[in-house]
C-alpha cells in the first residue's frame, strides 16, 4: 500500500509559476514509476507528466511541453511538478499517482495508488 499527499497548489494569475509536490509512504517508492494526472470540472482526468524510476525517462502531455516539469527525489520519497507560464485553461484539480507495471505512462487506468489531488487555479 501506498499514500500520497499532493500539497503546493494555490491561485495564480496566468503566465505565474507554482511548484507541486507529492509525498509517498512506503520504502518502495524509488521502485515505482509516478505521474501526474488534472482533472478539470466536468472533463475527465487527463495525463499531464510522467517519470520513470530513476528520474531517467521524462513524459509530457503535449499541453503542457515546454512549460511544466516533472522531477523526483527518490531519497525523499517526492515527485514534483514545477509549473510556468500558467495558463486559465490549465486550472484544474491534480493528481500524483503510482504506476507499478509496465503500461503506458499516458493511461490513467495503468496507475495503482492516488493522492487526493490539490487545486490549482489561475486567473486571467
Known amino acids: 500500500q501506498v499514500q500520497l499527499v499532493e500539497y503546493g497548489g494555490g491561485l495564480v494569475q496566468a503566465g505565474g509559476s507554482l511548484r507541486l509536490s507529492c509525498a509517498a509512504s512506503g520504502r518502495t517508492f524509488s521502485s515505482y514509476a509516478m505521474g501526474w494526472f488534472r482533472q478539470a470540472p466536468g472533463k475527465e482526468r487527463e495525463f499531464v507528466a510522467g517519470i520513470s524510476w530513476s528520474g531517467g525517462n521524462l513524459y509530457y502531455a503535449n499541453s503542457v511541453k515546454g512549460r511544466f516539469t516533472i522531477s523526483r527525489d527518490n531519497a525523499k520519497n517526492s515527485v514534483y511538478l514545477q509549473m510556468s507560464s500558467l495558463k486559465p485553461e490549465d486550472t484544474a484539480v491534480y493528481y500524483c499517482?503510482?504506476?507499478?507495471?509496465?503500461?503506458?505512462?499516458?493511461?490513467?487506468?495503468?496507475?495503482?495508488?492516488w493522492g487526493q489531488g490539490t487545486q490549482v487555479t489561475v486567473s486571467s
Open positions: 499517482a503510482v504506476k507499478r507495471g509496465g503500461g503506458s505512462y499516458y493511461d490513467r487506468d495503468e496507475y495503482d495508488y
